[in-house]
């Protein structure tokens, strides 16, 4: 017996994360990888796709350390007196996503470099409200 | 492969449009008032600046910029309400959502609706009430104009995507936190000499203000030397999303803006010096990880291309523009992509002194986003009203110095390029 695929959704993406992968999905008519989980490609607009697994290392090409935080992460203790990093990953595979940036001194931005390398990291992941994370590799 | 700016196709509007009449309201902080007022305030404006006068009962149609009354005010479905406290009902008014740029893309159905040949009289506007809330809750209203099942949850902030767009064009280019800082000194010089801005003070008045404040209570008062100085104390100017501080971030603002639009062909009837739609351009972007370059909005180089081609004007001709400098690397980036420098070019243009008032190239006179306000649904068409004045050659103090003065640009930005809207106005 088969397992039923699932929808190609932001629902199952953090349901995948949450069972420790990142899926993104690849286009079978071009190729097309893409983090997110679209259900058609943007690229040649074919409804073709299939689940693909990022392997989970990339490097960071733009980040910002926020200090004036929304209201998720205000009750997680962040703030103006204890910043957090976000930023943009290019993926080993191609592809850019956005994602937190964990293990790094957001105090001190310039300590963190751009073009370093990062992998996956999902051991601090919110159950209730996961996010895709990385960390020095 | 950015879009080059002389590659849009060349569309045309189905008739000439032209603006007639502008209205704004203070724009600021104000406690007591809802939409409505603010509305109502710049409306007023409107009426009583108009040449020749308008029966309101004149107007066919309205279309309305709001970003989020919903989520502000606790207000949906505005523009019937609008149309009432105008007395316009039964007036169809319809309400325009995109982000900062709402007005922006609610101007373009305006002109799209008389170029149809449909209507011949159509108010345009915008308008936000953002100060009900706290800063937290801007934070996360603002935010929710970004993507919210792969960027928001990632921790990026309206404030932290630009600040990631900052970082990156730092990295790329001889960018750096004092270009930064001058964009903001610069339009808050602007917007001294705008009575209706929210900051209508320069840089160097705030802080001596400041210091006589704080010598007159007695406490510690700061030895800020100029501008610099102070916009380089970590107290005075707190980090929001580094690189960006307090004084990189346009403000927190309640405001309204409105423009009369009539077919070109009976502008006379309302005024003798009309401001004509020359060419305008729109366009939609994707999230900065999914956009081809992290130091460029391709929206804003698509939609300028639009509506270079429809003016059949290249970049160089643009006299006077008011950009969108809802943050300071923005104004950077935003005169790159218009093509008034090339890409990398931009800080030493600010360096330089250009885009001042007396610059080769003004940008932001009327105080940009940055000193004027952001109330982010008007922004748009006060950018535009701004460009009116400028080329009917009645801003006043804040006049641009060039006798000659035919065209100017304004360049309005939905969230973090997810919507861009160029229009190029031409003076009549």
Known sequence: MTEEPREFNAASFYAYLKEGQFMGVRCRSCGKLSAEARPMCPACHSREVEWFRFSGQGQLSAFTCISVVPAALAEKGYGRNNPYCSGIVTLAEGPRISARILGVDAASPQTIATGMNLALALEDLDEDKPALAFGPA | MATSLTSAKRRQLGRPVSIVGAGMSRFGAFRDKTSRDLFVEAFQDLLEHLDQGIDVADIECGYIGNYSADLFEGQGHTAPILADWLGMTPTPVTRIENACASSGSALREGVMAIASGMYDVVLVGGVEKMTNLPTEGVTDVLASAADGLYEVPAGLTFPGIYGALAKAHMDRYETNLSHL???????????????????NASLRDMLERRKARAEQQGGPVPDWRDEMDFLNDARANPWIAWPLRLYDCAPITDGASCVLLVAAEIAANFTDKPVHIAGTGQASGRPLHDAEELTSLSAAREAAAQAYAMAGVAPQDIQVAEVHDCFTIAEIIATEDLGFFEPGAGPRAVDE????????????????????GHPVGASGVAQVIETFHQLRGEAGPRQVPNPNLELGLTHNVGGTGGTCVVNILRRG
């Open chain 2, 181 to 199: 800082l001058k964009v903001g000194i610069k339009n808050h010089n602007n917007g001294a000499l705008n009575p209706k801005a929210q900051f």
């Open chain 2, 353 to 372: 002194g250009r885009t001042a008032l007396h610059g080769d190239r003004p940008i932001n006179t009327s105080g940009g986003l940055k000193a004027k």
